[in-house]
């Protein structure tokens, strides 16, 4: 992905126009009619260069925002989502799209913050294993190591399989775009819910060299160094590094320290090679570092029966109660240590007639181990968690027809290997058994282990053809074919701890016996389609509807497994059948971009994190029949110079279709529960807002004055799949604002002060199952404030 931001002026809409958009709006809630509503492209991108070599990275201005507004119109954002370049006003989808100035502005640099930016997401986020993304309420489904997200997280055009592998300090970030629906039939892997599509700066031939530096509460400490430039005649190279540090904002009553905190680092080198137009090569290699104690959840409910108080008592163990407190009362803490990197290498040849062929090559790896605490400041569990090896080969071809023409074709095959090892383990302490009620010396002072892997192989087939039939009507179409091969093998050793007899070995062996699953095998063939019309009313008016189809393959459970036994290791293929119809618009000279869609998506056998509270393990399911459907709208506009506004609001009805055999909550005593019509999808709240507002003014000879401010809202939902009233996480809003100075003129710098959660407010990410029907919950961070310095040299 290319992108670069221009300016673009567009003539007043005529009133017919206007109510033309309005219809489109509001026509696709009122009828099926709506499919007729077509798409037009390349009319915005026109005479713009179809090389992507040619196209530079987003202003790199002193704190990203110095363009912003300035010539007071809405800048034209350029994209390559559908491999060519173009405006993101003229793509037939739904897209979201955020540039280095609003990234910069808002002070987000990690992905667990973008849903208070993006529509229609959610990400779930413990740590770097435990993490999901989800749009539109579909996707989470966090420490699934055997099998893949619903949401397709991509860097720099290669696919990341784990999300935790986006969990690192993105500081260099050119653009990043969010697609929402069914996708497959142009990206690498298919997927049913969206793609979250993160490109980073290119290495460019003029110089810049730079340095930031950031200090904050809660020993808030961030710095950058971003070397570029020239190595040789059609050679450009680039360095990032960073590192960051946080104490932590959640304090251990047990020693008084600070959790939720840590150290990480990492470094980027790039180098680009062009030769003319005919061909250019990207080659990019990257490690990062984590060592945190992440991971640290608080106290949130006791569930009905509050049995998990009762029994902590029974134990001397005094957990703190309230969430609001921000503490916690651990004996041993929580640990996360995480590495990764990898390498890729984009290279495109640009042949006679335009046409083009691409190859992305790629490898990664990550590697996560974990400390987890039982909650409790006693020694009942003293270690437990899953650490994980994760490595991937990626091989992507592309092969696009020459623009301009009445016919405009991607062809391409990609190629995922990937091998995975993970090892679940628990440590136990010597009152686990007075604690769970366990005959004396079953599970008291017990290690188990149980090791696991996974082998996959995928290969897929993809087209995509745009027809333009007229010069306003188009209609797209595409097609994919995957096919995936998955292996595992699921195992758990003899359970290590003091010789018993009796009930107590009954009970040892029920819990932490030994298990071998033998050879499991899944082999899938999963068709993704699209079909796609639109009508380009005028240069400011798009107006398009789209069907798709989109399937995820199953996966394995790397768990060894409840009463089901082996078959229920199987996790069965999600498949996605969407509609959208939507319109894009500018309005008042380009002052404003209005944009808005409807859509209904039905997914059938949607995957989904379950919670055995038998055997205390989170496990993967198919959560029966799904349907979510809703509206968006984007408003971008720039009422005076250097004031830029943008806001946006998703309503989303998630409910399960058909779920018949879904896991019961605390307050219910069956064995099965009946959520079929209900509303109750985990962490998909029917309202998300969010808007901010960045102006900037002269402030004297060579000085700029800027403030950026943003707020976002989400409405309640459920936090579990049991759906428990009991783990409802409430509604919440947060603010965060910054105001700095900057230089324009001479030596580049930039200064700025910044508060996050601006007015302290108490919130929850996430929830999960804890023991004997309780829940426990990651807060959001406390108000912070800080100040950031910026130095080009």
Known sequence: MVSHQVKQGARALQPSAIALAV???????QSHAAAAIATAVAAAAGGLSDDTSAITAADTTVGGSAAVGAAGAVQTILVTTRRRVESSQNVPTPMSVLGEDVLDGSRTYRVQDLPQLLPSTTVNYVHARQMSFAVRGLGNNPASDGLEGSVGVYLDNVYLARPGMAAFDALDIAQLELLRGPQGTLFGKNTTAGVLN?????????????????????????????????????????????????????????????????????????????????????????????????????????????????????????????????????????????????????????????????????????????????????????????????????????????????????????????????????????????????????????????????????????????????????????????????????????????????????????????????????????????????????????????????????????????????????????????????VKSQWFENNLQLNGNVYATIVHGYQSNAYDQVSRTSYLTNAGDVRTRGVELELVATPTRGLTLRSNVSFNDASYLKYTNAPCPPERSATFCDLSGRNALVNAPRWIANASAQYAHRAGEGLQAYVNANYAYRADTYGTLDASEYSKIPAYSVSNFSVGLRSTRGAAWDVSLWVKNAFDKHYYTSMWNSNFGSYNAVIGTPRTVGVTGRYEF
């Open 23 to 29: 219809l489109a709006l509001i026509q696709p809630v």
């Open 198 to 582: 993160i490109a980073t700066k290119k290495p460019a031939f003029n110089t810049e060299r730079s340095a930031d530096l950031s200090y904050g509460q809660y020993g808030h400490k961030q710095g950058r160094l971003v070397l570029n430039g020239a190595i040789s005649d059609g050679v450009a190279g680039r360095l990032t590094a960073y590192a960051s540090r946080d104490d932590g904002y959640i304090t251990n009553r047990y020693d008084g320290s600070k959790v939720q905190g840590g150290d990480r680092h990492g470094v980027r080198a790039q180098a680009l090679v062009e030769q003319g137009r005919d061909f250019n090569l990207r080659v990019i290699a990257d490690y990062h570092e984590e060592d945190s104690n992440n991971g640290t959840l608080v106290f949130y409910s006791a569930g009905p029966s509050g049995k998990v108080l009762t029994q902590a008592k029974l134990v001397g163990a005094s957990p703190v109660l309230d969430a609001r407190d921000r503490a916690v009362n651990l004996d041993t803490g929580s640990h996360v240590a995480v590495s990764q990197g990898g390498a890729s290498a984009e290279a495109n040849w640009t042949f006679a007639g335009d046409a083009k062929l691409t190859s992305v090559t790629a490898y990664r790896f990550w590697n996560f181990t974990p400390k987890n605490d039982d909650g409790l400041n006693v020694p009942v569990t003293l270690n437990a968690g899953a650490s994980a090896r994760h490595k991937q080969f990626t091989q992507e071809l592309r092969w696009a027809t020459p623009s301009g023409q009445p016919l405009e074709s991607v062809f391409g095959a990609y190629y995922y290997r990937q091998k995975l090892s993970n090892n679940s383990f628990n440590v136990n302490g010597p009152l686990n058994d007075l604690y769970n009620g366990t005959p004396a010396g079953a599970w008291s002072n017990v290690t188990s282990t149980a090791p696991a892997s996974l082998d996959v192989d995928s290969y897929a087939l993809f087209a995509q053809s745009t027809w333009h039939a007229t010069a306003q009507f188009d209609i797209t179409a595409g097609a994919r074919v995957t096919y995936e091969d998955k292996g595992a093998r699921i195992t758990r050793n003899a359970p290590v701890g003091p010789a018993v007899t009796g009930a107590a070995l009954a009970s040892r062996n029920a819990r932490y016996g030994a298990f071998d699953s033998g050879d499991v095998q899944l082999s899938q063939n999963s068709p993704t389609a699209l079909l796609n019309a639109g009508y380009k009313v005028n240069n400011d008016v798009l107006l398009y509807s789209s069907l798709s189809h989109g399937e995820k393959s199953g996966g394995i459970n790397l768990s060894v497994p409840g009463a089901g036994g082996v078959a229920s290791l199987l996790v069965g293929t999600e498949r996605a059948n969407a509609f959208e119809a939507g």
